[in-house]
């Protein structure tokens, strides 16, 4: 499997931040290192695959249980039997997650991206990728789209883009969204259960599910549901997979000696934030639609026209403890 790595050096000309991404595997992103500042040890903060999902046997190249770092297009999270109605007409999209019996999580993380860009310099180094969907690739999903992704990497901060552009002749529906999972080590060097980390995610209402973890398609109030993180916490043992409607600031994780901060532009409007049974890592995944938006469009599906452009980007960035 073919890997591209970004580089920025540190202050005293060793590496201080990197970036593994994978242009096979639809620019799936490996692993990002990152320091808050100059004088500080970079540490791994998207933790790498074993972290975040399940192992499994005779899996393809770019199979993940876990989806750790994927690209989540032309949809996100789950489509019930991958059935859904465009216009009029039923499509079935690939049952990918047979347990489920869902399509999860879009098409383009086994597809092959081509690498158009690459520039490394002492401050900054970025990286393109590009690839274009025919609408006959894919079955279930008959739809013409060009996406671009845009990685930049400064020693302190990672910055994805994502551009989605409909090529074809009928207006399409996308949604898009990134599966990172995250973790920070504590004052020693230690990396424990994320139960030991403090979260916070700014956010006021969460989408209802069913036991199936379906929208019923009612969103409520997170104050005095298990989804209130307004205010910093920590997870303890709860299980937490769960969408909930972005508000203004950004979501922190936070140890000891370090915090995290992810944002989000504007087009995505929810956070989905997973647990894994390993309790080692937070998926905090920002998303523009809600689970089953292909079928319930009120939950953030894009209708995407004709020569109509759809961009969205997410910024990570690191600091010391009392920054």
């Not at 620019?27 to 695959?49: F, K, N």
């Not at 989408?207 to 303890?236: A, H, K, Q």
Request: charged letters at 20%; glycine letters at 8%; proline letters at 8%.
């Amino acid at each position: 499997m073919e890997t591209l790595r970004l580089k920025v050096a540190s202050g005293e000309g060793k590496t201080g931040a990197e970036a593994l991404f994978s242009p096979r595997c639809g620019g799936r992103v490996h692993q990002i290192t990152l320091s808050p500042g100059s004088d500080s040890p970079a540490i791994p903060i998207l933790v790498p695959e074993a972290a975040g999902a399940v192992s499994g046997r005779n899996r393809a190249p770019c199979d993940t249980a876990g989806f750790n770092g994927c690209m989540l297009l032309p949809f996100n999270d789950r489509i019930p039997n991958g059935v859904y109605r465009w216009n009029g007409t039923s499509h079935q999209l690939p049952i990918n997650d047979p347990a489920s019996g869902c399509a999860i999580h879009g098409l383009l993380y086994r597809c092959e991206m081509e690498h158009i860009w690459l520039e490394e310099g002492p401050r900054e180094s970025v990286a393109i990728l590009e690839y274009h969907m025919s609408r006959d690739a894919f079955p279930g999903y008959p739809f013409e789209l060009s996406i671009r992704l845009r990685y930049r990497l400064r020693l302190e901060s990672f910055r994805l883009e994502i551009e989605v552009t409909n090529q074809g002749n009928d207006a399409a529906p996308v949604a898009i969204g990134w599966h990172p999972y995250f973790s920070l080590p504590d004052s020693g060097g230690r990396r424990s259960s994320v139960d030991s980390l403090h979260l916070r995610v700014p956010s006021r209402r969460y989408v209802e599910v069913d036991r199936y973890l379906m929208p019923t398609g009612r969103t409520l109030p997170v104050e005095g549901s298990p989804y209130d993180f307004t205010v910093p916490r920590l997870p303890g043992n709860q299980l937490l997979d769960i969408a909930v409607q972005k508000g203004g600031a950004a979501v922190t994780l936070a140890s000891d000696a370090y915090r995290l901060e992810v944002k989000s532009s504007k087009t995505f409007a929810y956070w989905q934030l997973f647990i894994p049974e390993d309790r080692m890592s937070v998926a905090i995944e920002p998303v523009s639609a809600a689970t089953n938006s292909f079928n319930m469009p009120d939950l953030g599906l894009r209708t995407l026209f004709p020569e109509e452009k759809m961009h969205g980007i997410v910024t990570l960035r690191l600091f010391g403890a009392g920054a």
